[in-house]
């Protein structure tokens, strides 16, 4: 299988792509693994289990036990899955309270379904569904199995690959969260996606677009042309540029109704100095020091921090965007499940690569494409 990386979009998000709540109450315990020896599991799937906190080498590749299924669950053959920056954030400790270890971790999934609960109604056996499993709430998507509460699951949009519906969905459910939910972002607003060239970003782009907004985005100029094919109106090279400024000249010193924050450091604080009157800002991105938000006090400004739940109801609205040509992922590398550290090293030093969207992991296959590193 060849896969071609993305290096513009096609007719048309997430952590970071991060989340935060979910719409039960989870249980941290339930993430630690069974192994095959279990006598109340069955047949074993190969996994990439998180054996310690720490680097990448972290990860084995095991034989380990399939669950059984209740009634109100279905049984998925992952065909696909992601990489995300909470993986790494859960890999290195960031969250340790909440995945005792062994765990297998992972939050994006698509595949088909192989087996149902005894009082699911709403698929059956043969459905190519997508989702997000339980966050902090049981085993994750770096397996060739996985359990999933129906509740959670949507159907495959039908003219994506696997691999491109895997990188659609914590993104795809954090910028919905993000734009439509907090932001309530509208038709003919200005937003500011910081970062328009990553994972996230790249959602958030043609999500906005697709609402009717004027999106401006942050990216280097190497990337300024890809972004504008994503549907962005204008683009500021952060590396040469002080958006504020950029975003001053451009919006003729009115500002944005929306900044989208998706890259943490100071942007959560000089946001605000981009900002209309009354406008907003919506971050995906841990708060690690204490933040000065006068400037935000100063323009009536609402903030609003987004960890983003998993529902069918998201999955079904990216679903309609998707299938009407209004929103594709972008994936930016894809390696096999054998490889998932390399995966990781990949992501967290994206820097270091010539690396747009997402990290994309082939479950069911070998496939291997890879953006050049950049000297």
Same mark, same amino acid.
Not at 18 to 27: G, M, N, P
Not at 166 to 193: C, D, N, P
Not at 199 to 208: D, E, R
Not at 301 to 315: C, D, E, I, S
């Given at each position: 299988?060849?896969?071609?990386?993305?290096?513009?979009?096609?007719? $048309?998000? !997430?952590?970071?792509?991060?989340?935060?709540?979910?719409?039960?109450?989870?249980?941290? @315990?339930?993430?630690?693994?069974?192994?095959?020896?279990?006598?109340?599991?069955?047949?074993?799937m190969k996994?990439?289990?998180?054996?310690?906190?720490?680097?990448?080498?972290?990860?084995?590749?095991?034989?380990? @036990?399939?669950?059984?299924? $209740?009634?109100? #669950?279905?049984?998925?053959?992952?065909?696909?899955?992601?990489?995300?920056?909470?993986?790494?954030? =859960?890999?290195? &400790?960031?969250?340790?309270?909440?995945?005792? %270890?062994?765990?297998?971790?992972?939050?994006?999934?698509?595949?088909?379904?192989?087996?149902?609960?005894?009082? !699911?109604?709403?698929?059956?056996?043969?459905?190519?569904?997508?989702?997000?499993?339980?966050?902090?709430?049981?085993? &994750?998507?770096?397996?060739?199995?996985?359990?999933?509460?129906?509740? %959670? !699951?949507? #159907?495959?949009?039908?003219?994506?690959?696997?691999?491109?519906?895997?990188?659609?969905?914590?993104?795809?459910?954090? /910028?919905?969260? @993000?734009?439509?939910?907090?932001?309530?972002?509208?038709?003919?607003?200005?937003?500011?996606?910081?970062?328009?060239? &990553?994972?996230?970003?790249?959602?958030?782009?043609?999500?906005?677009?697709?609402?009717?907004?004027?999106?401006?985005?942050?990216?280097?100029?190497?990337?300024?042309?890809?972004?504008?094919? %994503?549907?962005?109106?204008?683009? =500021?090279?952060?590396?040469?540029?002080?958006?504020?400024?950029?975003?001053?000249?451009?919006t003729r010193?009115?500002?944005?109704?929306?900044?989208?924050?998706? =890259?943490?450091?100071?942007?959560?604080?000089?946001?605000?100095?981009?900002?209309?009157?009354?406008?907003? /800002?919506?971050?995906?991105?841990?708060?690690? #020091?204490?933040?000065?938000?006068?400037?935000?006090?100063?323009?009536?400004?609402?903030?609003?921090?987004?960890?983003?739940r998993q529902?069918?109801?998201?999955?079904?609205?990216?679903?309609?965007?998707?299938?009407?040509?209004?929103?594709?992922?972008?994936?930016?590398?894809?390696?096999?499940?054998?490889?998932?550290?390399?995966?990781?090293?990949?992501?967290?030093?994206?820097? @270091?690569?010539?690396?747009?969207?997402?990290?994309?992991?082939?479950?069911?296959? $070998?496939?291997?494409?890879?953006?050049?590193?950049?000297?």
């Amino acid at each position: 299988m060849k896969v071609a990386l993305s290096n513009r979009a096609s007719p $048309e998000k !997430v952590a970071p792509d991060r989340a935060r709540d979910t719409e039960r109450t989870a249980r941290p @315990s339930a993430s630690r693994i069974q192994h095959h020896d279990d006598t109340d599991m069955t047949d074993p799937m190969k996994a990439v289990v998180l054996a310690r906190f720490g680097g990448t080498d972290a990860f084995e590749l095991r034989d380990v @036990s399939v669950p059984r299924v $209740e009634p109100r #669950q279905v049984r998925v053959r992952v065909h696909a899955t992601a990489v995300n920056p909470l993986d790494y954030q =859960i890999r290195r &400790g960031d969250y340790a309270n909440h995945v005792p %270890l062994p765990a297998i971790i992972g939050h994006d999934i698509s595949g088909v379904i192989e087996e149902v609960g005894s009082h !699911v109604t709403e698929f059956r056996a043969g459905d190519a569904v997508y989702y997000t499993p339980r966050i902090f709430g049981g085993p &994750g998507s770096y397996a060739e199995q996985h359990i999933a509460d129906v509740d %959670l !699951v949507g #159907q495959k949009p039908e003219n994506l690959s696997h691999l491109e519906a895997a990188s659609l969905t914590l993104v795809g459910g954090t /910028v919905w969260e @993000s734009l439509v939910r907090r932001a309530q972002l509208t038709v003919g607003e200005t937003i500011l996606v910081h970062g328009g060239a &990553g994972g996230v970003g790249t959602i958030a782009i043609q999500i906005a677009k697709a609402i009717g907004a004027r999106v401006i985005t942050t990216a280097k100029a190497g990337d300024h042309e890809f972004v504008r094919c %994503l549907g962005a109106d204008a683009a =500021i090279d952060f590396t040469s540029a002080d958006y504020v400024d950029a975003v001053a000249e451009m919006t003729r010193g009115k500002g944005v109704d929306v900044v989208f924050d998706t =890259i943490g450091g100071d942007t959560l604080t000089r946001s605000p100095a981009t900002l209309a009157d009354f406008g907003r /800002v919506v971050s995906i991105v841990d708060i690690a #020091q204490p933040q000065n938000l006068i400037e935000a006090w100063g323009r009536n400004a609402a903030y609003h921090f987004v960890f983003t739940r998993q529902n069918r109801g998201k999955l079904d609205a990216l679903t309609t965007l998707v299938e009407r040509g209004l929103v594709k992922p972008v994936i930016g590398a894809v390696l096999p499940l054998a490889r998932m550290g390399e995966a990781h090293e990949l992501l967290e030093n994206r820097r @270091s690569y010539a690396l747009r969207g997402k990290v994309a992991i082939d479950v069911a296959g $070998e496939t291997v494409a890879l953006p050049p590193r950049i000297s």
